[in-house]
């Protein structure tokens, strides 16, 4: 049985910082791209980023525009995990963030992943 397990989410203060970790379970996780998406009240899903995986040993990100040079992705297929540092926290990035991993090659979409996590919920207060 496949499970992702977000964790690392929390209340934080505008310009704060938080870490992100989504622990994978039940599939060749080293096979996977791993996105992040969040969702606020009342919005759709959305892309946040995404790691790829492993192309001799170097790995790809991309980030929507929003969080470029504020979050970092990253993952450790040793550790069957990937970690989203989201530094310079606004109001804005309030939402539920959600890991994702898909076996296919496009990343854009929400509907081309494979498996989601619970979701875990960063409140960014002013």
């Known amino acids: 049985q496949v499970q992702l397990v977000e964790s690392g989410g929390g209340l934080v203060q505008a310009g704060g910082s938080l870490r992100l970790s989504c622990a994978a379970s039940g599939l060749t996780f080293s096979n996977y791209q791993v996105g992040w998406f969040r969702q606020a009240p009342g919005k759709e899903r959305e892309f946040v980023a995404r790691?790829?995986?492993?192309?001799?040993?170097?790995?790809?990100?991309n980030y929507a525009d929003f969080v470029r040079e504020r979050f970092a992705i990253s993952r450790s297929d040793a550790k069957n995990t990937v970690y989203l540092l989201m530094n310079s926290l606004k109001p804005e990035d309030t939402a539920v963030y959600y890991c994702?991993?898909?076996?296919?090659?496009?990343?854009?979409?929400?509907?081309?992943?494979?498996?989601w996590g619970q979701g875990t919920q960063v409140t960014v207060s002013s």
């Open positions: 790691i790829s995986w492993s192309r001799g040993g170097t790995y790809y990100a």
């Open positions: 994702a991993a898909t076996i296919g090659s496009s990343w854009s979409e929400a509907k081309k992943y494979d498996y």
